[in-house]
């Protein structure tokens, strides 16, 4: 089957991003190419849906709609550049900022326990 074969070209030429563990877009089109075609080549597929997914997912990875509607400027509303989001979405970023963040009830927990910072002026 020659979609099968296309889907699979696709998923190799897919860049990994390895700063995102468990949330990069590669992995997730490679979980659902291996769910879509659970059979490998013998698969039953829609062929108008199945060409459809794969035209998207291929303009997508040959950077059609970037070079189509190229940005003027390389930042965003928030002035930040794209060098900068990939190191704020990064998986160890993120799980820093989840290690600082506290609940409401967890500062007030340790406000009265006595294990809250001290915070010099």
């Known amino acids: 089957m020659a979609r099968y ?7 190799q030429q897919w860049p990994l991003d390895s700063t995102k563990e468990g949330r990069d877009i590669a992995v997730a089109i490679r979980q ?8 490998g080549e013998n ?15 291929d303009r997508l ?3 059609h709609w970037k070079n189509k509607y190229p940005r003027r400027n390389p930042t965003t509303f928030t002035g930040l550049t794209l060098e900068d989001y990939k190191l704020v979405l990064a998986s160890e970023s993120l799980s820093d900022m989840q290690k600082t963040k506290k609940s409401t009830w967890q500062s007030i927990k340790e406000k009265f326990s006595g294990k809250e910072d001290s915070k010099e002026v």
């Open 32 to 39: 659902g190419v291996a769910k879509a075609f659970k059979e």
């Open 43 to 57: 698969t039953q597929v829609n062929p108008v849906e199945c060409d459809r997914v794969y035209t998207s997912l």
């Open 5 to 11: 074969k296309q889907f699979l070209r696709l998923c």
């Open 61 to 63: 990875n040959k950077g």
